[in-house]
C-alpha cells in the first residue's frame, strides 16, 4: 500500500501546474531556507508571498504534504460564504450550538468536533472539495471528516487530504483579495485566525514581540504545520504556509523558518527602498539577506 501511496504522490507531483516562479530578488532567503530545513531530519515545505508587491519564495512549494487542521481555513471561509448568500447563519444552531460558537471552537482552539459539526452541515468533504475546485486551488483536496482522518491508519504520504504548500498559498491569497469572501465576511476569519491559542511554538514563536499574526495549526502524529498571516513593521502581509513531515523539533525549524521570512521580506523592501532614492547607486550587496542573530 504504500508502494503505491508513493506513486500516486509521484504522479501528483508530475501534474501539478507551472506555477508563479519564485522571486529573484528573494532567492538569497529561499536559498537560506532550503539550508536550514536541509539540516534537519525530515521533509519541510514553505511557501512565502507578499501579498503587496507579489513576490514570492517556496522550498519545496509543490510538494504534497497532509494538511490536518489547516483545512479548517477552508470550512469556515465556506461556511462564511454560505451566510453571505443567505443560505446560513452564524446564530443557526447545529447539534445543541450556535454556528458561531463552532467557528470559534473551530479555528481559535482547533476543536475538530466543531469541525465536522460544521463541515457535515455544509454536506460533508464532498461540498468542500467541490468549493476548492470552483476556486482553482489546484494542489488542494479533501477528502475525510476530521473524524474519519484521525481514525484512519497514519500515512504522511497519502494524498488523501493534502495541499502543497503553493496550493495553501493561493487559498491565503485569494482570502486576502476577497475572492472568497466579502469584507466583513473575510474580517471575521482574519479575526478569529489572529485569536489563534495554538502553535504558540511555531512561526510566532521567534518573530519580534507584537507582529501581528493570524494563522491556523495543524497537527497530526509526525506532521506540524503553520499557516497564515503575517505583518512586517511598514505594514506589508506576508501570506505563508510552512509544513513539516517526520524528523524531530519540527516547530522549533517553522519558528525559525518564519523568522528567517520575516527579515528577509523585510531586507526586501530595505533594498527596494534604497534603489527608489538612489536607482543608479543601490545594488542588492548594499542589503545584508545574511540574517544571524
Known amino acids: 500500500m504504500r508502494k503505491f501511496a508513493l506513486l500516486g504522490w509521484l504522479?501528483?507531483?508530475?501534474?501539478?501546474?507551472?506555477?508563479?516562479?519564485?522571486?529573484?530578488?528573494?532567492?538569497?532567503?529561499?536559498?537560506?531556507?532550503?539550508?536550514?530545513?536541509?539540516?534537519?531530519?525530515?521533509?519541510?515545505?514553505?511557501?512565502?508571498?507578499?501579498?503587496?508587491?507579489?513576490?514570492?519564495?517556496?522550498?519545496?512549494?509543490?510538494?504534497?504534504?497532509?494538511?490536518?487542521?489547516?483545512?479548517?481555513?477552508?470550512?469556515?471561509?465556506?461556511?462564511?460564504?454560505?451566510?453571505?448568500?443567505?443560505?446560513?447563519?452564524?446564530?443557526?444552531?447545529?447539534?445543541?450550538?450556535?454556528?458561531?460558537?463552532?467557528?470559534?471552537?473551530?479555528?481559535?482552539?482547533?476543536?475538530?468536533?466543531?469541525?465536522?459539526?460544521?463541515?457535515?452541515?455544509?454536506?460533508?468533504?464532498?461540498?468542500?472539495?467541490?468549493?476548492?475546485?470552483?476556486?482553482?486551488?489546484?494542489?488542494?483536496?479533501?477528502?475525510?471528516?476530521?473524524?474519519?482522518?484521525?481514525?484512519?491508519?497514519?500515512?504522511?504520504?497519502?494524498?488523501?487530504?493534502?495541499?502543497?504548500?503553493?496550493?495553501?498559498?493561493?487559498?491565503?491569497q485569494k482570502l486576502d483579495k476577497g475572492e472568497l469572501l466579502r469584507p466583513a465576511g473575510k474580517q471575521y476569519l482574519l479575526d478569529l485566525m489572529a485569536k489563534c491559542s495554538t502553535g504558540k511554538n511555531r512561526m510566532r514563536a521567534l518573530l519580534p514581540a507584537g507582529t501581528p499574526v493570524q494563522h491556523k495549526t495543524g497537527t497530526l502524529n509526525g506532521l506540524t504545520a503553520d499557516v497564515g498571516f503575517i505583518t512586517l513593521p511598514d505594514g506589508r502581509r506576508i501570506a505563508v504556509a510552512f509544513f513539516a513531515r517526520n524528523g524531530s523539533d519540527r516547530p522549533r525549524t517553522i519558528a525559525e523558518a518564519a523568522w528567517t521570512v520575516y527579515y528577509g521580506f523585510q531586507a526586501r523592501n530595505t533594498f527596494r527602498m534604497q534603489a527608489a532614492s538612489a536607482p543608479v547607486t543601490a545594488t542588492p550587496s548594499t542589503v545584508s539577506y545574511q540574517l544571524q542573530r
Open 11 to 172: 504522479l501528483a507531483l508530475a501534474a501539478q501546474p507551472a506555477l508563479a516562479a519564485s522571486s529573484p530578488a528573494l532567492q538569497p532567503v529561499e536559498r537560506q531556507l532550503s539550508e536550514l530545513v536541509r539540516a534537519r531530519p525530515g521533509d519541510y515545505g514553505i511557501a512565502a508571498l507578499d501579498l503587496t508587491t507579489g513576490e514570492t519564495l517556496s522550498v519545496r512549494g509543490n510538494e504534497p504534504f497532509p494538511m490536518a487542521s489547516t483545512v479548517k481555513i477552508a470550512v469556515a471561509a465556506l461556511y462564511l460564504a454560505q451566510v453571505e448568500h443567505g443560505r446560513r447563519s452564524l446564530d443557526d444552531i447545529i447539534k445543541g450550538q450556535s454556528a458561531r460558537n463552532l467557528m470559534n471552537a473551530m479555528i481559535t482552539h482547533s476543536n475538530n468536533v466543531a469541525t465536522d459539526i460544521l463541515l457535515n452541515d455544509l454536506g460533508g468533504p464532498t461540498a468542500l472539495q467541490e468549493w476548492v475546485e470552483q476556486h482553482g486551488l489546484s494542489g488542494m483536496r479533501v477528502d475525510r471528516t476530521i473524524a474519519r482522518l484521525l481514525a484512519a491508519k497514519r500515512d504522511l504520504y497519502d494524498l488523501r487530504d493534502s495541499s502543497t504548500p503553493i496550493a495553501m498559498l493561493n487559498l491565503l
